[in-house]
């Protein structure tokens, strides 16, 4: 792999892993399997993203509370070897917007991902986490077209929500029309 390639690991808070507020059946299974791939020395920065709510957070509108900072649920999952992340972006911390995307919020203010990635000279991104439909969609997708990184998903390594039957195929084929490169095979 190419020196300048960063690994961005999405919203493995407790709250969205099982038995967390808004837990994504499977997605204790894609930790090992991002431990791995974090560790294995290809990518030349690992970054994981961390949802971040004060509490009575306009997101609570749409989704059950989850993710209130200080919380246990906020906190990224104890499983996830943080040795090999190198710097944690917390997103959704202004109360009244809301950030799937793990780069800019709703209304366009940076999370500091972008910077980051830029002063790191990285130039492509692989992309894991929870949920394929929501935060990592909006993540890859703002990585290809606001950040101009090229970008790959990395199916293995992620977990879907699917509230309706299709969602997560939706998401995949939006993220391609992006020009995300969806990687749907054994890492
Ligand atoms: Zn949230």
New binding site residues.
């Given amino acids: 792999m190419e020196a300048k390639t960063a690994l961005i690991i999405v ?1 493995l ?1 407790n ?1 969205f892993l099982p038995g967390g507020a ?1 837990g994504v059946a499977g997605g204790d299974v894609i930790l090992p399997v991002i431990n791995k791939l974090a560790g294995g020395g290809d990518y030349a920065t690992v970054v994981a993203t961390q ?3 004060l509490g009575d ?1 306009v ?1 609570f509108e749409t ?1 059950p509370a ?2 209130v900072a200080g919380t246990f649920g906020a906190e990224l999952h104890a499983d996830l070897n943080q040795a090999n992340v190198h710097a944690v972006i917390r ?2 911390f202004d109360q009244d917007v ?3 995307s793990g780069f800019y919020d709703e209304r366009g203010a940076t999370n500091g991902l972008a910077e980051l990635l830029k002063a790191r000279g990285i130039e492509r991104v692989d992309i894991a986490g929870i949920a394929t439909d929501y ?1 990592v969609k909006a993540t890859a997708i703002d990585a290809v077209l606001r950040a101009g990184l090229k970008a790959r998903v990395l199916l293995e390594a992620c977990r879907g929500v699917g509230v309706h039957p299709g969602d997560i195929d939706q998401a995949i084929e939006a993220m391609r029309t992006a020009g995300v490169e969806i990687v749907d095979g054994t890492l």
């Fill in positions: 919203d808070n709250d808004l949802d971040w709510h957070h997101s989704w989850h993710c997103k959704g809301d950030s799937y935060c």
